[in-house]
């Protein structure tokens, strides 16, 4: 049996460590108005401005049931704390500033968490059991889903594996040494700089056929985040993976993951580029704003990371 769009409009906001996606939407993924504002090297307060000009402005055009919240880094118990190394100076008081001077009941999610929940609702790995989310963009996060659902870990930190450390190397590596630093999007836009190129990963990709350089970083690159995908796939023995992120759409990723898997995956799922593309946190925080506020009464307006 298909649900049917209940008539709710909820209030999302994406924020990534390159932008911030704003929308009033339903839970089925039905998108009435969006705005957009950039966060990359910004000052969090003039962010917070910004996101509560478009919100504020969208709530007088749409009766907004509640607002839902996509957050860059970690959220669970370590709530407060600077997690996302990504997106410098932005903390959990900066979402707190935004919502008190919205006075709208709010959720918060994990922004890959928030993606992967939207995909197993209404993307590649509805009904897929266990399914896989795998973002590769600013930076390096997964995220498994089961019954519609996700997994957040017992302190809401599961998933994280731009935070692993590489195998190789010394015994006790240095602590920046980790994989999102040495192949996140932001890494990626730093070896272009390196050989002279100016756009970033997406100059690095294209560059790869005429510039030795670039090739061999990009190879490089692609091969690591190949075999992370993989020894994930190990991991969850997920049905499907859901390839999201603007690096992990990338045709060169998407076929080195496949072979990274094929090769060296005891099942091999089936992979898929993400079905709602840049929209699935925003279409993730809707939803979890309704499940939240939908499903239930008498909850109390704050702080829901889960």
């Not at 190394?85 to 900066?94: D, L, V």
């Not at 790995?125 to 089961?146: K, R």
């Not at 050989?195 to 690095?204: K, V």
């Not at 076929?255 to 090769?263: G, T, Y």
């Amino acid at each position: 049996m298909v649900k049917q769009e209940d008539g709710r409009v909820w209030l999302a906001i994406d924020i990534g460590g390159t932008r911030a996606r704003v929308a009033a939407l339903t839970s089925f993924g039905t998108i009435f108005e969006r705005a957009e504002v950039s966060t990359r090297q910004r000052d969090p307060a003039k962010i917070v401005d910004e996101l509560f000009e478009q919100l504020t402005s969208m709530r007088e055009s749409w009766d907004a049931q509640a607002l839902g919240i996509s957050n860059v880094g970690l959220i669970g118990q370590q709530r407060g704390r600077n997690f996302s190394i990504n997106f410098p100076g932005w903390q959990q008081k900066h979402v707190d500033n935004l919502v008190q001077a919205l006075s709208l009941p709010f959720v918060v999610i994990n922004d890959v968490k928030a993606a992967a929940l939207a995909e197993c609702r209404l993307g590649v790995t509805h009904g897929a059991e266990p399914g896989l989310y795998v973002n590769m963009g600013t930076g390096i996060a997964v995220s498994m889903t089961c019954h519609g659902h996700v997994f957040h870990g017992a302190t809401g930190m599961s998933g994280e594996v731009g935070h692993w450390v590489p195998l190789r190397g010394a015994l006790v590596p240095a602590q920046d040494d980790i994989i999102e630093r040495r192949i996140g999007g932001a890494a990626l836009d730093h070896m272009a700089d390196l050989i002279g190129l100016t756009g970033g990963a997406q100059d690095l990709s294209r560059a790869m056929s005429s510039n030795p350089a670039a090739h061999e970083l990009w190879k490089q690159a692609v091969f690591e985040m190949a075999r992370v995908v993989a020894n994930c796939v190990i991991m969850a023995d997920p049905a499907v993976v859901a390839l999201g992120g603007s690096v992990a759409r990338n045709p060169d990723v998407v076929s080195a993951i496949e072979n990274a898997v094929e090769l060296f995956c005891l099942s091999v799922p089936n992979i898929a580029v993400s079905e709602l593309g840049d929209d699935a946190g925003l279409i993730g925080a809707a939803i979890h704003a309704h499940d939240h506020f939908a499903t239930t009464s008498g909850r109390t307006r704050g702080f829901h990371p889960q």
